[in-house]
């Protein structure tokens, strides 16, 4: 017969856990499927003892395994005759049912078998065991309360240090915003002081009164005349400009080349100049060859005459004046008309 020990009957309690574990696992279906039973029936008796299920079904569900084998192996009564006492609480009653289920009693007397002198000495070991633990659980919970109350100090400390770095944070964001706001209130003073100096400091552009610019008077060569323009108004000064009318044969060509003239008029006065010459110069050359035509050719045939005269008369007529065109050949016929009417010429004899 060996003698138990502390180590031996905690060894047990934690041996004992599994029973318990199915014990509990079979009253909780127990009473659920009574609960359902009373639940179909109307009685009043009946829903009160649906309620007193429902609670012990949830304390068997929290309470602590090791509480009911310690309660196991000092019980010596009956669940009968635990549950006579008029008012016991829900804990208790489930203690009381989980400790005379099949499994944990079963555990109970195979211990008891092994050990005789369970009575003296279990319930010896189980108050030091119990002091032990205790002692060591007031300790935790010391510990525990301590930390909490160290922990809440510093959590307090925290969002107080944390409300005032956000209060500190706060005031210098207003204060950044009012330096900006006062920043650019000072840069559209300076912006608005700069354009009314630079406006002050424009320098007005000077207007110079150039003299009028007179054209040089054109250089009349052959086949041209300078004709004046004439107000209606009867007043008649230098200062209008003259015009160079290059005179024509016909009216229909004016009317026709008034846009070569209004080109050529566009053209600068030197390079009209040099047309003016260039066509001087042919007119010569033209005329130069005719004389020496005549002088050379005296027998030359009548017809080749009558051509170059008309050549010659077209280029001249093309430079004229049309009113001299007129005039010309009113003087031609009056050359004919003098030549054909000619008074025939009287020879007087000496006698």
Known sequence: MSA???????????????????????????????RKLLQKSKDEKKARKVNRIIEE???????????????????????????????????????????????????????????????????????????????????????????????????????????????????????KAVRKGENLERKKKKLKDKMKSSESKEIAVPTFNLPKLELPKPVITKGQAVIKLLCSDGNQNDENPSVDIVLQENANENTINGNDE????????????????????????SKKR????????????????EDLRNSTKLSENQNLHPSWIAKKQEHEALKQLKASCKPKKIVFDND
Not at 6 to 34: D, F, G, H, T, Y
Not at 111 to 130: A, D, M, T
Not at 265 to 271: C, L, V, Y
Not at 291 to 302: H, Q, T
């Open 262 to 285: 209004t080109i050529r008029n566009n053209i600068p006065m030197k390079t009209r100049n040099i047309e003016k010459r260039k066509k001087d110069l042919e007119y010569e050359r």
């Open 57 to 175: 079904i949830d304390h068997c569900k929290k309470i602590c395994r090791d509480d009911v084998s310690k309660f196991a192996l000092i019980n010596l009564k009956g669940l009968h005759d635990l549950l006579e006492k008029n008012k016991t609480s829900v804990d208790e009653r489930v203690l009381y049912k989980l400790a005379c289920q099949e499994t944990v009693v079963k555990s109970v007397e195979e211990f008891r078998i092994k050990y005789p002198n369970w009575q003296h000495e279990v319930s010896f070991l189980l108050q030091r065991l119990g002091l032990q633990y205790k002692s060591q659980r007031d300790a935790k919970k010391m510990l525990q309360q301590s930390e909490t109350k160290e922990t809440a100090e510093n959590s307090l400390r925290m969002k107080t240090g944390k409300a005032e770095d956000v209060k500190i944070l706060i005031k210098k964001e207003i204060r």
């Open 4 to 34: 138990l020990t502390p180590m031996k009957l905690n060894e047990q309690i934690i041996s004992m856990r599994k029973p318990v574990e199915k014990a509990r696992v079979r009253l909780c279906r127990r009473l659920i499927r009574r």
């Open 290 to 305: 005719k004389d020496a035509v005549k002088r050379n050719e005296p027998g030359a045939d009548s017809s080749l005459k």
